[in-house]
């Protein structure tokens, strides 16, 4: 093996994922340096293949963690024993070696070894081989398991890999973190542009926008250039039906003279498309001939470009001049880009000319390259059943909406059954699971295939997959076939003859592949009902294929088809699985090419940790000058204020104890209240605190509370103008939330927002409620029907389903929801605050033992009180309360209110539901479908809520509401002085960081202000609040000698009284003390150092201020300490 030369040792020591992108291996001019790389991957892999890895604390580390994720299993055990024999075996080769190896070098030896694979990893990205690459930094990744976080390329070079695997889920939460921990970071505008593109991608628009716009901020090096991201944003309009702000975005770009011919291309494929969707552009003539000339003008500028080709046939089809459609569709084929698309597409215009032969064979080209082509599926199955072929049409169907179940044997029975269990729950589109159901009812009583199929005009769909079709067909198929998987056949050598049914390949495969689920942008199919031919349900693929971003992304190289890794499952499986078939062999020395360990001593760049010197025992002065040992050649990053050296937040598993059936439905504390001593005696508060949620019965009496005063008379009569959120829903039964057009259960729920004022809500609110009157006595069964159904509280059998289902039809109208309506405002709603007075000091809005009255300013809706107008129907979708903080609701009513609730410890659970779902936990609207829960061993509470009835919201308590009849409401959050609320809040606070999600409770303003306010007597909470104070004193501290290092001068700004805390007005983190200033638009805009960075990596022109004196944050700091009291409360 050869050595490597000094200088070459110091590049590829040098080289690791950052280089990805900027250095072009592939590129002729660097052919050394190719070479070099793939010498070294050679070493590297000759010296694992020999190397091991002591029992050493890594290892038993990382089998706890493998444990952690397969609890209890005989295999957990089987595992630990094979390691405890490894033990036993290395144990020989101790003592027959020449030295005793120290635990140090043993030390030494294993990092080498685990860092080499690090490398590895880098290396293989670095030559775009990302199946390797990731192998290798999955298996690095099971050996630092504990620590992988202070690791930033490698964070990075995995994050990379994921996307190129198209992995997003996993890709998006390396990337997050990734910034989470280092928004510094060398690439951090490669990581924002990608984190902008998959979100897009997944359907989460605002987050996606945030990280695009971040990625324009920079004014680094970048592998793309300004006018691409701008494309991206553009495009981002595009996708979310802002169709006037992507023609200015795309019109923007074409006006640039530095635009590349490629990226021209795009601009005017997607502008023509556009042109051929989009109604509001005009008129319908008018805009095709625009679409035909765009999309010629885009096969202009890139003649290559398959994609415009295959729209352009698509805008010919459209207006039946089939020649010229069915000639665009085979130039596209021929540009060796054709896809399942496309065959699809041709398949339909060989169907509406009647041709179903040729049609058939479309159709199997296009299924042959995508086995999971829905839409070419399903129009198999329609095209087999006009045939009167209902066996291959009932096949064709199953496959259309089959789901992917790991480990099933693909027999039919079995993905039958998987179907008719599923088929409510993960939901078939309607039309389909009619047509199943039809099929199987007609083929139940027909005889057997082999007498009714003497004369059938088309092949079987068997010998359709497997006979040679018309020659012409296959050649270019197979010429397609080659072009796709290019990047994936390298390491799926099961190529082989495709099965009739095509689920079982797909286990085969070394990494389980599947279609990126699409489900999110809904973007799959569309009917084409100008079709005149019998194929009237023909689908096509979407006239909506502009919303589907393959073809806008750049990196995907326009392969749809390429093999992905979706599910979490999937992959984590794959991570850990793979512990066993590692080979843990004794390192023999010899194995090493020479005997320099250092050759590998590849750790990462970012390792050295100095921070964990600092700890809260650490006076004020300690703390400075600990401070000044730190680095300032890098910015220092947003800090944690969770403790020293924590990994990145994230959701936790759900508690482990498998729950009865009672559990699972536990009954809600509840309290009746007689009098006023009830309501102001301290258990209450201990009894509220106590539970995840609780409803306080009879308060209003008790306390004598008039709750007129904010009934919608009174309130109309007071600001008849004052403005009302209006959220529009859909009209649903109360357990249950319908997608209508899909025909099944599903969480995201609809939510269109806008505005009104109380006097006209009031007045939507009380003719609501004379129709229903009305609508009563014309059907002549008095009583709610919603009434009726919210009080059982059994799970739903089938055969109520489909009742409801029905039910749920015909009453699927539209409500309005009035929501946030403000009563902040002391001299408008006097009488009304006032009157809250009366309450007991936990639940009022202000109250020394509060700490959101400790912030300073106000937070609308959570020290302030919002008032809620109800409908019949109205529903707030799933949430925890903002940063955790435990609210407080009151129904005025005179309707009731249904509450559904699952305790905070499992709301990791519920967010990963959101994540099944593709539906945002954070951002999106959703309403969990209660059978998902329990079979996810998630507990609900549920109850109703009366009027005059107080429920307590714990703290991060996940809940959601919905009114049952008409009804105001009031609330507002509280967060009590405890250790518990102090901790989830912090908590909520650093996961908001990682997930883009503004805090809008300033923590590290609040937690000084704590410390200025109050005296802590329980340890926990004193210790909590200390290390938010040591942390960002730290950073604060930090930043400075940074800033000066620059040569920027810090000038003394102070704070006004009630001034409102700061955030980023970029990444929109809360900035504290350091303000960094820059005008934009006329405007001065506060950022976070690292944004500052972005716009000026040398800090010029930024002006920076200073909120507090050091002197006084220093005090602020020492003088904070565990106030020790006499009394007994806390001795026992
Ligand atoms: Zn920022």
New binding site residues.
Partial sequence: MGQLSFEDDCLIRELDSRYYGFLDLSNSKNAEIRTLVQQTITNLQNYIANGQVHDSKNFSDNKNAIQKFEPLTQEGEHMENTSSQNNDETKPYDTNANEKVSTIDEKLHDDHYVNALCKLGHLHLLLGEYSEALSAYQKYLRFRENNYWTNHAFIYGIGVAYFKLRCFKWAIKSFQELLYLS?NFTCANEVHLRLGLMLKHCGEFHVAQKHLQLALLYTYPSTYSELQVKFQIAHLYEVQNKHKAAKDGYEFLLNEKNISLELKADVYRQLGWMYHCVECLGEKKEREANALNFLQKSIEADPKSGQSLYLLGRCYAGINKVHDAFLAYRNSVEKSEGNADTWCSIGVLYQQQNQPTDALQAYICAVQLDKDHKAAWTNLGILYESCGQLRDAYACYLNATKQIIPGSKSSLIRKKQAIRMKKDTIGLSKGLSQRITFLEGQLSQAPLPSITSKRRQLCSIEEAWNLPISLEMNSRQQQTAQMLPRQVTKQSPVQGPPPPYPHSQLSQSPIPAKRIKEDGTGHQEVTQNNSQTSAQNLINISESLNQRNFNAMPESNKNSEQSVVDTFDEISNDIYKQNETIKLERLSHDALSNNEDSRYDYIGADSADLSTTFKIQMDSKQLMAAVKLLPIDEPPVHCTVLQVNAPPPSPPDCPPQKLTQDQLLPPTPSVHLENKKNAFSPQLQEFCLKHPIAVVRGLAGALKLDLGLFSTKTLVEANPDHSVEVRTQVHQSPDENWDTSQGKRVWACISHRSHTTIAKYAQYQASSFQDSLKDESDKGFPGSQAMSDSDSKDSVSNSNIVLKRKKHKINSKMLRFGTNVDLSDEKKWKPQLTELQKLPAFARVISAANMLSHVGHVILGMNTVQLYMKVPGSRTPGHQENNNFCSININIGPGDCEWFAVPDAYWGGVHNLCEKNNISYLHGSWWPVLEDLYKENIPVYRFIQKPGDLVWVNAGCVHWVQSIGWCNNIAWNVGPLTARQYSLAIERYEWNKVQAFKSIVPMVHLSWNLARNIKVSDTKLFELIKMCLLQTLKNVLHIQEYVKSKGVEIRFNGRGKNEASHY??????E?FNVLFIKEQEKRHVV??????LKLSPSLQGIVCLEEYRLSELQRVYDSFTLHRTQGLAYTQ
Wanted: hydrophobic share 30%.
């Fill in positions: 928004p980023c007005g970029q990444c929109e983190v900035v950022h976070c150092l690292s944004c500052a």
